[in-house]
């Protein structure tokens, strides 16, 4: 008799099974599987499956959308190979590798802006401006529209309280971790960037503050993971209303913005902030 967390893991594997195929659709992918797998043809292609989610992620410009789609952690967890990755979420990582080349290839958006190359000032303007803007917005909305949910579901549904709790707590660690990212360290890279020379800096090397806020963003990624077992994947119950669905699609979306948001600092503006100041 198979447990639940083998029937657990089944679910995910289908669900993701699932994920691929419509990824496929809305790539417009032709009839598989004669692509043959990135690692035997190295010469032209640059995915290969020794590489790590965080290179796959830095380097193409859409594998993130594809990472996000399958579950796999790009940002915090975005360290190890492809393949171990893979093999954590149950996923072949053939599949993976083909839907990283489908969306490298058919991009209806266009690349989008490459942020390894653009001038650091711009980057961490971008991240404000999209993302902390956004944090900002959402917070106070989705926790008036969690009170909403809870006063009329909580009773049937306790699993909403949890999510309740590590929202709350997420949203106060990111309080003081946009201020200190705004206030602190964003305008001392800016500064670095800018040429002008810095001044001596209350933190002594910039290494400091990431190494705050990497282990910052490890919390948060830790506080999204809590409330996706909690919703079992943010699956729907048969009574959910609509501010019930309203409130999981749209902390399905504040997952992705922040995991697209840690990625870019992880990923790109602090190891480019760490090697300006080592020059
Ligand atoms: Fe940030
Ligand atoms: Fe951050």
């Known amino acids: 008799m198979s447990t639940i967390s083998d029937q657990l893991m089944l679910a995910e594997h289908k669900q993701a099974r699932q994920i691929l195929a419509e990824l496929s659709a809305l790539l417009g992918a032709a009839a598989q599987p004669e692509i ?161 020379g810095c001044g001596p800096s209350c933190f002594g090397t910039v290494q400091n503050p990431i190494h705050v806020m990497m282990l910052e963003h490890d919390s948060a990624g830790e506080k999204l993971r809590e409330m996706r077992e909690a919703t079992q994947n943010y699956a729907l119950p048969q009574d959910a209303c609509v501010s019930y669905s309203t409130l999981f699609s749209a902390l399905v979306e504040f997952e992705q913005d922040l995991h697209q948001h840690i990625h870019v600092e992880n990923n790109i503006l602090f190891p480019r902030a760490i090697e300006l100041e080592s020059r």
């Not at 640059?46 to 993130?64: C, D, G, N, Q, S």
């Not at 190359?117 to 971008?126: F, K, Q, R, S, T």
């Not at 999510?163 to 890279?189: D, N, S, T």
């Open 36 to 196: 043959p797998l990135a690692f035997e043809r190295k010469e032209n292609m640059a995915i290969t499956t020794t590489k790590t989610v965080r290179e796959l992620a830095v380097e193409l410009p859409h594998a993130t959308r594809v990472f996000e789609k399958l579950g796999i952690d790009y940002c915090c967890g975005g360290g190890r190979p492809l393949e171990e990755a893979c093999a954590t979420a149950h996923i072949a990582v053939d599949d993976v590798v083909r839907a990283l080349e489908q969306s490298t290839g058919n991009s209806a958006s266009g690349n989008p802006r490459d942020w390894n190359a653009a001038p650091l000032g711009e980057l961490v303007d971008h991240i404000v401006s999209k993302h902390h803007t956004y944090v900002k917005a959402e917070v106070p909305r989705l926790q008036a529209l969690m009170t909403k949910v809870i006063g009329v579901h909580g009773k049937n549904h306790p699993e909403l309280e949890q999510v309740h709790v590590a929202f709350c707590e997420l949203a106060g660690e990111l309080g003081g971790h946009l201020m200190k990212e705004e206030q602190i360290l964003f305008p001392y890279i800016k500064q670095m960037a800018g040429g002008t």
